[in-house]
């Protein structure tokens, strides 16, 4: 193969890796400063592609009025759930929160997941595309605009939530309380505040998501899994609770996909991918850029 | 000098009466729930028709199968999110064996056990030296790849299109597979209760509660982990064989996590940490579902509600209604006779 070939692979997997890093963002954040392993992450996505799909095809709006409608419903569905669901089990619950949260993300998924189906049915809604024609990138490759947007969407907007996060009075207090818990609430941080708000902002990102991938994947019930599974790989990849790891790990992950499915054809990307990751976390459990896991054996 | 305390001592010819009564008292079948499971023995003696058979059969299986997966959640909190595709490999081993070379699926019975209790051994080795949520995770993942290496691999598996499995029998009656799957939970219920009323379930809920403590009293919690793991995981290879030969069709599908979300649901609206649980709930549950199929994916929204409200602020689930409902029966009773 040749050169150019490569190169091709290696930007097309990066284009894939940017909505993979924006889902996973979303996933490490939440897990850092919640504790919560996030399973419905799929779900929000999947709202956030009905959301646009009903922006821009039913009311024809801008795809961009489309998408910022999209992170506007996530974000708001997002703290519901948090306030109905998890404030409450926070409020009982002592001992095994990960675990129980965990559980609990799998119970939301559910009933969103059939929520939708009851509403909307199974069928799939989406729309050819945001804007026509195609870019050409390297001699040999084009890529279709609305893959550009998408990536370009997602670049902006890590780029923008790293900004918030460290620059922001709010963003300093979420990395505050990722760090330390009760050291956070003793500086006078409202810590319920805090997890609303980061809940609907990882949510938000999640349907983004979504709605910019609208094109490709569609919009139906079930939509939202694939998306999570990956956003997970790269979670697990780069450690859990990382979020500037995420970033680099999305990439990866979109990469390694990409040259999986040319070399072995559709299907085995997820093998490839997944034996590659269960090596690495088998050899260094806390992923490339975690914090340590502890084991059983240490305090 | 033979009486000591007052207690004549036992002579040997009773002794084995005395070890099948204790081994009776560990087992500790309340006589309602005896009553219930020679019940549900005798059921195809009433239940005439096929369909409500068939139902039978279904519920048996996945309590069996909430059963085992409630070994490792309600007592070493570590939840088995690839636990369909343990399922999977119990009978997807059996099959293929039967397929190709013609290995009889009671045989397979057992080596479908053999099959998923190794897979698991090796998992639970691998990934429960680390705390917390990591083995759950890497459980799902690689129950994912074995999804995908199952559905890619066309030529073995026939993918998609789903493998025609030998049944048990060559007539389709189905009274004769109830009598394979009754037996089978009734000894997965005797050896998990015998189980985990020995002193190894003392020790799995000691590490599910409070890891240091368990550590500072001299459990070895890699020891009990993979163990509990590696019974869990055979269990439910055990299920998946059945599974084959009663349906006779495999689909990748059947590994999905979905399916791990099902039997989920089912052992936590039973209780946590109960076992028999998870048999209650399917027996209720599953032919509530059947009974509502006209409400169509709102009953699935139904079942979501009440799974996460159970979860929230009722983790003691049904068990925890019929001890409830046991208790005021008989704090009624006491009032009564105290004021007569």
Known sequence: MQLSGLVDLVIIGLFRGGLYALMAVGLALVFGVMNIAQFAHGEFYMIGAYVAFFGAAMLGVNPLIAWAMAVVVVFVVGVLVERSVFLPLRIRSHEGWVMNAFLLTVGISFVIQNIALAWLGPSYRGITEYWPGNISITPTLNVSADRVAAAVAAIVTIVALWLFLKSTRIGRAIRAVAQDERGATLVGINLSRIHWFTFGLSTALAGLAGAVLLPMTQAYPSVGFKPMVLSWYVVMLVGMGSISGAVVGGFIIGILESFSYYYLGGGWQDVVVLSILILILLFKPSGLFGAEVKGIWER | ?340
């Open chain 2, 1 to 340: 000098m033979n009486e000591i305390n007052g207690r004549s001592p036992t002579a040997p010819k009773n002794r084995w009466l005395d070890k099948v009564q204790s081994s009776w008292r560990l087992l500790g079948f309340s006589p309602i729930g005896l009553l219930m499971l020679v019940l549900i023995g005798i059921s195809p003696l009433f239940i005439k028709n096929d369909y409500g058979l068939r139902l039978m059969v279904v519920c048996l299986m996945i309590g069996t199968q909430a059963m085992a997966f409630d070994l490792t959640i309600g007592f070493i909190n570590v939840v088995n999110f690839g636990f369909a595709a343990f399922v999977g490999i119990g009978a997807y081993t059996s099959a293929l064996l039967a397929v190709d070379l013609g290995i009889s699926p009671w045989i397979g019975l057992i080596l479908g056990t053999l099959v998923a209790g190794l897979v698991g051994f090796l998992l639970g080795v691998l990934t429960l030296r680390l705390r917390g949520i990591y083995a759950a995770i890497m459980a799902w993942f690689v129950g994912l790849a074995l999804m995908s290496l199952v559905t890619v691999n066309v030529g073995i598996t026939r993918g998609p299109l789903g493998l025609v499995v030998p049944l048990f029998y060559d007539r389709a009656d189905q009274i004769l597979y109830f009598y394979i799957i009754y037996p089978i939970m009734i000894g997965t219920l005797v050896v998990l209760r015998l189980l985990t009323r020995s002193h190894f379930g003392l020790a799995f809920r000691a590490i599910g509660g409070n890891l240091g403590a368990a550590r500072a009293s001299g459990i070895n919690p890699v020891k009990y982990l993979v163990m509990n793991w590696t019974i869990a995981c055979s269990l439910a290879g055990l299920t998946g064989v059945f599974y084959a030969s009663y349906f006779g069709i495999l689909t990748p599908a059947m590994m999905h996590t979905k399916q791990t979300v099902e039997i989920l649901a089912i052992a936590y609206i039973g209780g946590r940490g109960t076992l028999w649980g998870g048999l209650l709930s399917a027996f209720l549950v599953i032919p509530i579902f059947e009974y509502l199929r006209g409400l169509l994916a709102y009953r699935w929204i139904i079942y979501g509600i009440f799974l996460i409200i159970t979860m929230i602020f009722y983790p003691g689930g049904l068990v925890g209604v019929v001890f409830w409902i046991g208790n005021s029966i008989k704090r009624l009773l006491s009032r009564r006779n105290k004021g007569s």
